[in-house]
């Protein structure tokens, strides 16, 4: 449980959260979330303001469900944080028009990964045959291929032999309650990522259960490398437990642009050392024609440009900016 995930750039690496609408938690999760360890955090019931927006910091871009500027939309429970150092030209939303679920699409060189994030209601399915309806009218959007991967995660409380723990029976659904989730499964043919019997949520008397889960499309090759809960990261006043998810897929990444350092400069020294040069490669002369022109400005530019490069200091801008 204590293992640090690795900083490799061809892992998404997911942080899997359910806030329980707590600013103190979901502040939490932003602060100690560091950018080069996370790519995505993904927040069920997060903290949402008076002006019904998330909080994030500068290292994280955030992704609402798509009917978010709809007036007439319910309180958002799901929203999605990519890591602004992959590059924005690499991932998609999907349009799918429900306030408890958040969809990226990510395409890099092993292929599509949707992840789709998911709140759903504990009195009702409309979550689920929402989420039904998008992928039977829309395959192509979350899944361009055969090959393609899909990942639903999420606080789906459901709960089910398949996941729960035996000795929590007594919280199994009736079957014509859990059935629509279970044919949502078998439809589009999503296996269990996290194990078994792995507690996510602790109850008032003491239970742990199991409401969240992670799913995956089935596909010749398992993109999962890690699924798992993580205890030892749990916010404070947050109810679930952290799941963290490593998939094998390669993003194309921000490079951070080339900069020089213009305010500690010794402009004394440069303006000595480009009057030098000036003087002399590039002597002033009468122009006469256009390609005299042309030239004598190339080379006040190359000239002043090597004077900067060898007397001003690199920058290190952010790779997150």
Request: aromatic letters at 8%; one cysteine or more.
């Given at each position: 449980?204590n293992k ?8 998404l ?6 806030t329980?609408k707590?600013?103190?938690a ?5 602060n ?13 019931e997060s903290?949402?303001d ?13 992704i ?5 500027y ?14 602004t150092?992959i590059?924005?030209?690499s991932?998609?939303?999907l349009?799918?028009?429900h ?9 890099g ?5 949707s992840?789709?994030?998911v709140?759903n209601?504990?009195?009702?399915n ?8 998008f ?5 192509l959007?979350?899944?361009p291929?055969a090959?393609?991967h ?7 409380n ?5 996941w729960?723990d035996?000795?929590n029976s ?6 014509n ?11 589009h ?8 019997g792995?507690?996510?949520?602790q ?5 742990w259960t ?7 499309a ?8 890690r699924?798992?809960?993580?205890p030892?990261?749990?916010p404070?006043?947050a109810d ?11 993003l ?14 010794d402009?004394?020294s440069v ?17 006469q024609t ?15 440009m ?9 920058k290190k ?5």
């Open positions: 449980m640090r995930i690795p900083k490799a750039l061809e892992q690496r997911i942080w899997q959260q359910n329980h707590s600013q103190t979901q502040d939490y999760v932003i100690t979330a560091r950018p080069e360890d996370w790519d995505i955090i993904a927040l069920q903290w949402i008076t002006l019904g927006r998330s909080r994030a910091s500068q290292y994280w871009r955030v609402y469900p798509a009917n978010y709809e007036e007439e939309r319910t309180r958002i429970r799901s929203v999605l944080l990519i890591n150092n590059n924005t030209d991932y998609c939303t349009p799918i028009l306030s408890d679920i958040t969809g990226v699409r990510f395409k060189p092993n292929g599509s990964l992840v789709i994030n709140y209601e504990i009195t009702d409309n979550t689920i045959d929402s989420l039904d309806l992928l039977t009218a829309n395959p959007l979350a899944r291929t090959s393609d899909m990942i639903w995660l999420g606080d789906f459901r709960h089910h032999p398949m729960e035996d000795t007594h919280l199994f659904e009736a079957e309650f859990i059935a629509p989730f279970l044919n949502l499964l078998y439809r043919d999503m296996l269990i990522a996290l194990p078994k792995s507690p996510t949520f109850t008032n008397t003491g239970h199991r409401p969240d889960n992670v799913w995956q089935n596909t010749q090759a398992d993109p999962i490398q699924c798992e809960v993580l030892n990261i749990c404070p006043l679930h437990m952290p799941i963290i998810t490593v998939v094998d897929l390669p194309p990444r921000v490079a951070p642009p080339h900069l020089l350092d213009f305010r500690s400069a402009w004394p303006n000595a050392a480009l009057e030098a040069r000036l003087s002399a490669e590039s002597p002033a002369v009468c122009i256009k390609e005299a022109f042309i030239m004598k400005v190339d080379t006040v530019v190359k000239i002043i090597e004077v900067l490069e060898a007397k001003l200091e690199p801008p952010s790779c997150y900016a």
